[in-house]
């Protein structure tokens, strides 16, 4: 069974400082690692993706995450975060199941504050 | 905006109710997903439809049920209601059952059950 950990309930930064939040994973197999982020009352934002190739993956808001195979991690990180950062992370990991299926198993998500 | 529309986005109804929750998937986008979102459970996936077939299921109960139309909307319905079933409700779709497709998120469904 797949499985995602997101260790830190909450990570506090300054605007300004750069921000990492951890994901660590659990699958058999290649893995597709996925980061959500949601906003107060809103749904869930498709940040970025690794699925193979580059272990550094780029994506929206200037979000960056780095796959590593050896740790089964898929840190977040920005090099200057912003208070407007401030909301719910999720990473998630895909595998296709039972070749049926190919569903996303999220962690339990990480809460940013960016304090000014 | 996601482009995935859910209706309606907030909803109350008592204990033993039944409520249907509709999704209108991306434009182009054949796969179907259901998650529900509760503080103690956390991000659950629910169900999934591709091309109007269920694909697979996952921690869905069986008063609750889903379908998926020919015009690739789907709805959830959820029956015999319990407090603990207030949650906020996700409809995703992707464009097909890939593992490497993106899936893109509505913005939820807050249903209450008081």
């Known amino acids: 069974a797949q499985s995602v950990a997101q260790p830190e309930d909450q990570v506090n930064v300054a605007e300004g400082n750069p921000l990492t939040v951890k994901c660590t994973y659990s699958?058999?197999?290649?893995?597709?690692l996925f980061w959500y982020v949601q906003y107060p009352n809103r749904g869930l934002q498709f940040l970025l993706k690794y699925i193979t190739g580059d272990n550094l993956v780029k994506g929206s808001y200037g979000f960056e995450a780095e796959f590593n195979k050896s740790q089964t991690s898929f840190h977040l990180k920005k090099p200057s975060a912003l208070v407007s950062d401030s909301a719910l992370y999720f990473c998630?990991?895909?595998?296709?199941?039972?070749?049926?299926?190919?569903?996303?198993?999220f962690g339990g998500g990480t809460r940013l504050m960016v304090k000014p | 905006d996601s482009g995935v529309t859910q209706t309606p986005k907030h909803l109350i109804t008592a204990t033993g109710q039944r409520v249907t929750l509709r999704c209108s998937p991306r434009s182009g986008d054949l796969s179907v997903y259901w998650y529900q979102q509760s503080l103690d459970q956390g991000l659950q996936f629910l169900i999934q439809?591709?091309?109007?077939?269920?694909?697979a299921k996952g921690n869905i109960l069986e008063r609750f049920s889903a379908q998926q139309f020919p015009d690739l909307h789907s709805e959830l319905n959820l029956s015999s209601l319990e407090l603990g079933d207030s949650a906020l409700y996700f409809c995703?779709?992707?464009?097909?059952?890939?593992?490497?497709?993106?899936?893109?998120f509505g913005e939820g469904s807050w249903l209450t059950v008081v």
């Open positions: 995703a779709s992707s464009v097909t059952a890939d593992s490497g497709n993106t899936i893109y």
């Open positions: 699958v058999s197999g290649n893995p597709y």
């Open positions: 439809y591709y091309n109007g077939e269920e694909r």
């Open positions: 998630a990991v895909r595998q296709t199941y039972n070749n049926a299926g190919n569903m996303l198993t």
